[in-house]
């Protein structure tokens, strides 16, 4: 168990809806990354959140966006979803003092768009 | 940002050492060197860690060459379970940053 949570474990929705993903990292990690890893495919950052500040963009959608509140917790949206969404996300967290990509993932949201 | 570049997949047998390399040629000064291990439909998990020289833990031991170019995890006497797919992940500070993991490795071990 890394310590990391995320709900729903398993999610069906039709496209063009829209799904919040929820992360709780780590007790005491500041920092949150959120990832996409589509079938037989690597894992794709999509964007990192430190104390609450957006810190680090990938190659995230602008139907996607996220943003870490005050309890450090972590929302992932999806809107106008396509089929082409289907795929696990992952969430990660950091602590403070760390060497910088010593990194702890949940066990992942699967979101399947029918 | 430091680039990895790691062979796709590799094969081995039940009791061998496996070593597998990862190129990162355009590594910073204050970058780290970590290893992860993704078993399938499940988040990577973290093996080692490396700064230069060498590394072991219970499970693995890292190999960094002084210009840190390239690093290798050896995996002692692999067994079945070690099937997966192994990452190495440079970058980083202490507030995070774009890690960006590469194709990794995929590991297949036969009996």
């Known amino acids: 168990d890394s310590g990391v949570t995320q709900t729903p474990k398993h999610l069906i929705t039709a496209t063009g809806q829209r799904v919040t993903l929820r992360c709780s990292p780590r007790?005491?990690?500041?920092?949150v990354y959120w990832y996409q890893q589509s079938l037989d495919q690597g894992l794709q950052f999509l964007i990192q959140?430190?104390?609450?500040?957006?810190?680090a963009k990938g190659n995230i959608l602008e139907r996607f966006s996220a943003q870490q509140f005050p309890d450090l917790h972590s929302e992932l949206n999806l809107s106008s979803l396509e089929l082409g969404d289907s795929a696990l996300y992952f969430c990660?967290?950091?602590?403070?003092?760390?060497?910088?990509?010593?990194?702890?993932f949940g066990e992942g949201s699967w979101l399947t768009v029918v | 940002l430091a680039k990895t570049t790691q062979p796709i997949s590799m094969d081995s047998y039940e009791g061998q050492e496996v070593n597998i390399t990862c190129s990162h040629n355009?590594?910073?000064?204050?970058?780290?060197i970590t290893w992860y291990q993704q078993f399938p439909s499940q988040g990577p998990r973290f093996i080692i860690q490396?700064?230069?020289t060498k590394v072991t833990n219970e499970v693995a031991s890292l190999f960094i060459p002084a210009d840190r170019k390239s690093s290798t995890l050896s995996l002692p006497r692999v067994s079945l379970s070690d099937t997966a797919v192994y990452y190495c992940?440079?970058?980083?500070?202490?507030?995070?940053?774009?890690?960006?993991f590469g194709q990794g490795t995929e590991l297949s071990v036969k009996p």
């Open positions: 990660a967290s950091g602590g403070l003092g760390w060497s910088g990509n010593t990194i702890y």
């Open positions: 007790s005491g990690d500041l920092s």
């Open positions: 959140y430190y104390n609450g500040e957006e810190r």
């Open positions: 355009n590594i910073a000064t204050n970058d780290y």
């Open positions: 490396g700064y230069k």
């Open positions: 992940l440079v970058g980083g500070d202490n507030q995070g940053g774009k890690l960006i």
